[in-house]
Each structure stands twice: as structure tokens, then as C-alpha cells.
């Protein structure tokens, strides 16, 4: 009797997000998702649901599919990328953007910092007014130049520019494309996640990856429009930046993504065996919300609120972050849980509030795993 208890109390709670996905998908939120839910000794759960797009005869979704990452790309490719450079002394977080960065003049801007980009403070709005330039150097003079949208440090807005920013610098100070920064790290993981080596977690896709990738439509202002992207990153800065960027351009599998948030929650306990730069103290460093007012960010992450998109269970010790496609990865170290949940809502999908009520459902619904 009790070992059928036992079981009731652990498979109630997915089969209740399992529900929460597939009622998702019915009223096409999205047409496919992947989730792989876990501690940090290993994956507890991990399934694949619907079809690749909406159309009659579309392929099944695989837990092997890869998808467009998005912002996930922010805190894994670009926050790691600073945090190796910052291990190393290539930079510190109180470094001034303008050492890097020539054109990052003016008295309103001069004393912003590294710091200040990975919390979202250094006074950048969200995205560009016109259409994005042609080129990599016209985008960093163009946010370089850009009008400050409010003071360094007196509010956070979430901001794609600024990750553009930190992408560019991570690039000027290792070395190194971010693309070959980010791999070499992730080299160095597969000792202590093997998964690494078979699951695609990597600026762009190729082959078979490419060719099952769960697909995305481009957005009416992309010049791509009317185009199916399969394995083509969505956002159109990074495509316009070479598909690799410090905001967008990461793709991979949700066991891939499952590996690495198994690496910050180990370190984030105290797993002093996770090398640089996810040291337990360094990862603590990353993840310590912000002292900026008003702000739930920390070092490139997001930490709990009851009304974000982790839902209400998780603990105050909780870090995310979600992707514009319908990604989505969040961390609980005092529960020692992970969860990932990866669509394609932007395949003809579901507007952003319709995807943030699926993801705080499927959070909660696992609020007890």
C-alpha cells in the first residue's frame, strides 16, 4: 500500500503539467513541446508532445527535437561566455563598456559596466525604433549612439541591445568568435555531462539537426516573412547579426538544456567539482538578485516572483529566464529541482500572455515534484 501511494504522489503532479501541455496545444498555444524536469543527479521526467506545426500530417514532436532557444541564449551562451572571461581576468563586472568600446561616449554613459548590461541597467531600451542596420558594425555604432531611455542603475529594462552589446565584448575580449567561446566551454562540460556530446546545444544547427528542428514563422516586420524557418533563428537581429548573438541564436534539445541547468544547480549547492566558470562561488556571484530598484534580475538571470512565469511554487532561491519562442528554463536550488519547457509558439502559435499562463501552470502543476 504504501509503495502505491508513493507512486500516486510522484506521477499526480506530472500528469497534471502533462495535462497543462496538451490542453496547451488544443488551443494552439503552440504546436509542439519538450520538457525535461529534474535534480541535480539527473533527469526525473522528460517527454515530447504534438506535432512540429499545426498542418494535418505534420511530424510528431521528439524529445530529440531541437528548437530555437531565443533569450535562453542570454543566460546560457553569453552570461557563461562573461563569466569565463571574468574567471580569467579578460574582464571584470565593473569594467566600463567604454574600454571595450569605442563609441560608448557621452557623460551619461561613461561609467556604465558590464555589470550594468547583465542586469539590464545600463539605460538601453528594449529593441531599436527602426529596422535593424546591415551589419555588425552598424549595430554596435547605432546602439552605441543610441539616446539612453533613463539614468544607469535607477531601473532595469529589459534589454535585447544590451546582450547584443555584451555579445560583441565577450567576442573583442576572449579572442574569439562567441559562437567558438561558448563550444569550448561546453567541451569542457561533457566530463561531467556526457549528454553534452550527443544533444545539440550550439549556435546553429546543421544536417539532421537542422532539418528536424521544430519550425518558427518570422514576425511581420523580419524581411523573412512568408518563410518557414526550420534550424534558422528567428529573431531577425540575429539573423541579421550571422545567427549568432548575444541575445539570440542559441538552439537545442531539452535534454541538452536540461545538462547544463544540472551544471548551475550542482554548483549552485555547493558542487565544488563543476569547473570554471560555473565554481559555486562564481555561480552565486551570477546568481544574486540585483540591487538596482524595483528589479528582479541578477547577473544575466531573472529570479523568483510569484507573478512571473515560474507560477508560485517555486522557492525564493528560484532563477530563470524565457525565450520570445516559447522557451523557457528555470532553477530551484533549495528544492533541487530543474525545469525545462521548450515550444514553438511562435510557429503561428499563441500570443505572449497565452504562453506565460501555460508556463506558470506547468510550473505549479509541478509545484510538489
Known amino acids: 500500500m504504501h509503495d502505491a501511494q508513493s507512486k500516486v504522489q ?16 488544443t488551443a494552439r498555444v503552440f504546436p509542439a513541446a519538450s520538457t525535461d524536469v529534474g535534480a541535480s543527479h539527473g ?10 506545426t499545426f498542418d494535418p500530417g505534420a511530424p510528431p514532436a521528439e524529445v530529440r527535437t531541437p528548437f530555437d532557444l531565443a533569450s535562453l541564449t542570454k543566460i546560457i551562451a553569453t552570461t557563461t561566455a562573461v563569466m569565463a572571461l571574468d574567471a580569467s581576468g579578460a574582464i571584470r563586472l565593473d569594467t566600463p563598456i567604454a574600454e571595450t568600446l569605442s563609441e ?10 558590464m555589470r550594468d548590461l547583465l542586469e539590464h541597467a545600463a539605460g538601453l531600451p528594449a529593441r531599436l525604433i527602426d529596422p535593424p542596420p546591415s551589419s555588425v558594425r552598424e549595430f554596435e555604432h547605432d546602439i552605441c549612439a543610441l539616446p539612453l531611455e533613463y539614468g544607469p542603475r535607477t531601473r532595469s529594462i529589459y534589454s535585447d541591445l544590451g546582450f547584443i552589446l555584451l555579445g560583441l565584448i565577450a567576442t573583442l575580449r576572449g579572442g574569439g568568435p562567441l559562437a567558438s567561446q561558448f563550444g569550448a566551454i561546453a567541451d569542457r562540460w561533457r566530463r561531467d555531462e556526457p549528454s553534452l ?3 545539440p546545444l550550439t549556435y546553429g544547427l546543421h544536417g539532421v539537426n537542422k532539418a528536424r528542428a521544430a519550425p518558427t514563422m518570422p514576425t511581420d516586420e523580419d524581411t523573412r516573412r512568408g518563410r ?3 534550424g534558422d533563428v528567428h529573431d531577425n537581429y540575429a539573423a541579421t547579426l550571422g545567427a549568432i548573438a548575444g541575445h539570440a541564436g542559441l538552439f537545442g534539445t531539452a535534454a541538452g538544456v536540461a ?14 567539482r563543476i569547473p570554471e566558470p560555473l565554481s559555486p562561488s562564481r555561480v552565486a556571484t551570477y546568481l544574486t538578485k540585483t540591487a538596482v530598484p524595483g528589479s528582479s534580475r541578477a547577473l544575466g538571470w531573472d529570479t523568483m516572483l510569484p507573478t512571473s512565469s515560474c507560477g508560485t511554487k517555486m522557492s525564493a532561491t528560484a532563477v530563470g529566464h524565457v525565450g520570445f519562442t516559447g ?10 529541482r530543474y525545469f525545462v519547457l521548450l515550444t514553438n509558439r511562435a510557429c503561428r502559435g499563441g500570443t505572449l500572455d497565452a504562453m506565460r ?11 510538489d515534484r
Not at 557621452?106 to 559596466?113: F, I, K, L
Not at 499562463?357 to 509545484?367: C, N, Q, T, W
Request: hydrophobic share 50%; glycine share 6%.
Open 357 to 367: 499562463m501555460v508556463r506558470r501552470a506547468f510550473h505549479d502543476a509541478l509545484g
Open 228 to 230: 518557414t524557418l526550420v
Open 43 to 52: 533527469s526525473l521526467w522528460h517527454e515530447a508532445f504534438g506535432t512540429l
Open 259 to 272: 545538462a547544463f541547468a544540472r551544471l548551475v544547480l550542482r554548483a549552485a549547492r555547493g558542487d565544488d
Open 197 to 199: 556530446a550527443r544533444e
Open 104 to 113: 560608448w561616449r557621452g557623460a551619461d554613459r561613461e561609467s556604465v559596466t
Open 327 to 336: 522557451t523557457s528554463l528555470w532553477i530551484d536550488p533549495a528544492r533541487d
Open 10 to 25: 510522484v506521477t499526480r503532479p506530472v500528469d497534471d503539467a502533462r495535462r497543462v501541455l496538451l490542453e496547451a496545444i
